[in-house]
């Protein structure tokens, strides 16, 4: 008899799914056999980062012997001095989604409840799951926006701790300023308000993307706004995350449950030389902010009755991203862009199987993406 593993597990352990990583560009280009993989899944900057940090993590790969500075002091006081806060409010993680595990780790016992998103970012769930949390997930409007009175009635029931994505991954829609100060002011003060910014420095360029973080400082419950070096600073193969507290108590909560070193010695000194050239990262946000604007009006025109892609619908985006809704199975739509060398994210959560997320990529790979979607819907129509 082989082992029982899952007897041996945690009964919340037991029920979890694994988080749905996507394919890597060598696995797609050896399956398929395609000379050009257009990475459209992970919402990754196509530029990449600073020069700058090519000449830090060399500068810094001297001292790798050296076990990393556990406070990210440098990190630390650079953010906290352009943020205008006090130093103590900043915790950093491996990636912004240690922070979430984190959060979980500290605060949720089973029964407790969780409210979130539909369509969920995937770790919204799963870390709460994880600690045998209930998770309740509000689904968007039919205009495939977030639905603020949900949020609000969701919240008067004082869930124990709320991830609220700002913009939405994987929807990229976004409350503005006047809904989420509905939302601040409609949380308990034993609610743990999390606003997950993953995508702030794309969601500025949208007229009406609150300051939640002025917001919340005005808030007296427990609050964390979440941002990450991985998407618009262009280090998601570093993992590098941070959080901003309303005070410094909580961030000294999560590093009791932190691994000490969580952020490696290379990380640091790549977000800090990143952070310092905000102006690579503003150009590569303003790129993408013009070609996603294009791509959307490029696909919408194919959308039209009689045109290839007609009945596509696309959700609003403050983000690098847009999220499609195909009116079919979107599995199969992308299993056919992948033989096409195209990586999209197919949506696999009930009641959105027929929505797809695509990144923002180059020019070049958006037209890719066109070109390839519009051949994958046409096969997949002669196929049924
Ligand atoms: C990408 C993303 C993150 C975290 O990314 P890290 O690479 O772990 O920093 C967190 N939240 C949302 C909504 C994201 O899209």
């Not at 045109?307 to 299993?335: C, K």
Request: proline residues 6%; hydrophobic residues 45%.
């Amino acid at each position: 008899m082989p082992f029982d593993y899952a007897a041996f597990a945690r009964p919340a352990a037991r029920a979890l799914p694994t988080y749905n990583a996507g394919l890597s560009s060598v696995l797609v280009h050896e399956r398929y056999g395609v000379q050009h993989v257009a990475r459209l899944a992970s919402n990754e900057n196509p530029w990449g980062a600073s020069p700058a940090v090519t000449r830090a993590l060399a500068a810094a790969s001297t001292r790798v012997g050296d076990y990393p500075d556990a406070q990210a002091s440098a990190l630390r006081q650079q953010l906290a001095q352009d943020l205008g806060i006090d130093a103590q409010q900043l915790c950093f993680g491996n990636g912004s989604e240690d922070l979430i595990k984190c959060l979980c780790e500290v605060f949720l016992s089973p029964g407790d409840t969780v409210l979130t998103q539909k369509p969920t970012f995937g770790l919204h769930q799963i870390y709460p799951e994880m600690m045998g949390a209930q998770v309740q997930l509000l689904d968007l409007i039919p205009d495939l926006q977030m639905d603020v009175h949900a949020w609000c009635d969701a919240l008067a029931r004082v869930p124990k701790l709320a991830f609220l994505p700002n913009p939405s991954n994987p929807v990229g829609c976004m409350f503005d300023d006047a809904a989420m100060q509905r939302i601040v002011a409609a949380t308990s003060e034993q609610t743990l308000l999390v606003v997950d910014e993953a995508y702030v420095e794309y969601a500025r360029c949208t007229p009406g993307y609150p300051d939640t973080l002025a917001l919340l400082q005005q808030r007296r419950g427990p609050w964390m706004v979440l941002r990450t070096f991985s998407k618009a600073w262009g280090l998601a193969g570093l993992r590098v995350g941070y959080g901003i507290a309303g005070d410094a108590v909580l961030t000294g909560w999560l590093d009791k449950v932190r691994t000490p070193f969580n952020v490696n010695s290379l990380a640091q000194a790549a977000a800090l030389a990143a952070w310092q050239d905000t102006a690579h990262m503003q150009q590569c946000v303003e790129k993408t902010v013009a070609l996603r604007e294009a791509l959307r009006a490029q696909l919408l025109a194919l959308a039209a009755p009689g045109q290839p892609l007609a009945g596509l619908r696309i959700a609003p985006s403050a983000t690098n991203f847009l999220f499609l809704d195909l009116g079919r199975p979107s599995a199969t739509v992308a299993e056919a862009l992948l033989r096409q060398g195209v990586i999209v994210k197919p949506w696999k959560e009930a009641g959105y199987t027929h929505c797809l997320r695509v990144s923002i990529g180059t020019e070049a790979d958006n037209t890719r993406l066109v070109q390839a979607l519009v051949q994958a819907m046409q096969t997949v129509e002669d196929a049924t």
